[in-house]
């Protein structure tokens, strides 16, 4: 198995960066990951004003793997997350859905133990631990570790849990990919801006789809798969991953588009993964009752 440790984060995505590891397909690999406060938060009186924001919103990476190569799908296999027993959610003025009206920069820390975030005296939340950032170098330039598109990158996808896969477009050599930006649980739209923000391990295994590649991210779960898309407004989103996802289903069943588009309205799930990063992410649901593998990829 390869370890990477902590210390090796990136800060953006891009075909640029130098592999900290190497690794083949098949091959185990544990990413120990930071939170996305680069662990800066040490109790509830430390202040935002006191971030080093440049160590913000970092992913473990990147990881070469063997064999990638442009046009190829990377299978990001999740295995198993771990997380710490300390959580930070925090709110920032003008931040958030509800960032326009007036409040306070804030920071709350949270137990986790027992399966559980504890939020407060007798309230507390079932943890779902997922991954927020996750992706490989983009088609071009460098974007910020903190955005997201095609690449993968901050998508903050609550369902992107320990025993699902995620399939990546691969752009570069070796797709570079990285990881972090754990959160212990959240719930679709990611409100205040946080969710419980903590460090973990990711353990992961990779696999190749050679010569094919998804449209945007693709997210397989036990029952479903769904396009990950985004863009610079929520409709924007939609839209992206509606088109998609009745692509696939021109594909899958060699139907028109009026044919598709139709059933889109029976059987495509569009649902919010969250409202508050530099782009709006939507994931275009679809059941493996009617949708298979083959069909999502081009
Ligand atoms: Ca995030």
Request: charged share 25%; aromatic share 8%.
């Amino acid at each position: 198995m390869k370890i990477v440790p902590r210390s090796k984060l990136i800060y953006s995505f891009s075909s640029q960066h130098k592999p900290v590891e190497r690794v083949k397909p098949r091959e185990l690999v544990l990413l120990e990951t930071e939170d996305a406060f680069g662990g800066q938060v040490k109790n509830e009186e430390t202040s935002l004003e006191e971030f080093d924001w440049s160590r913000v919103d970092g992913a473990t990476g990147p990881v070469f793997v063997e064999d990638a190569e442009l046009g190829d799908t990377l299978v990001a296999e999740i295995l198993d997350i771990k997380v710490e027993e300390k959580g930070v959610i925090v709110t920032v003025p003008k931040n958030g859905i509800l960032g326009r009206k007036r409040f306070n920069p804030s920071t709350k820390i949270v137990g986790i133990g027992s399966g559980y975030v504890h939020f407060d005296k007798n309230v507390r939340v079932k943890a779902n631990p997922m991954i927020g950032t996750i992706g490989v170098a983009p088609e071009s330039g460098e974007i910020p570790s903190s955005s997201l598109g095609k690449h993968g990158g901050n998508m903050d996808v609550k369902e992107l849990t320990a025993g699902t896969k995620l399939y990546l477009p691969v752009f570069t050599e070796g797709a570079l990919f990285a990881a972090g930006d754990l959160h212990a649980v959240q719930a679709d739209g990611e409100l205040c801006v946080s969710s419980v923000e903590v460090a973990g391990e990711v353990l992961l295994r990779f696999s190749l789809i050679k010569g094919k590649k998804p449209e945007w991210p693709i997210l397989e779960t036990h029952d479903w798969y769904a396009f990950l898309a985004c863009g610079d407004t929520l409709d924007e989103a939609a839209t992206f991953a509606t088109d998609a996802a009745v692509d696939a289903f021109m594909r899958k069943y060699e139907w028109p588009f009026e044919k598709a588009y139709m059933f889109g309205s029976l059987a495509i799930n569009l649902e919010i993964n969250q409202v508050v990063d530099p782009k709006k992410g939507i994931r275009a649901v679809m059941s493996k009752d009617f949708m298979s593998l083959n069909s999502l990829l081009i």
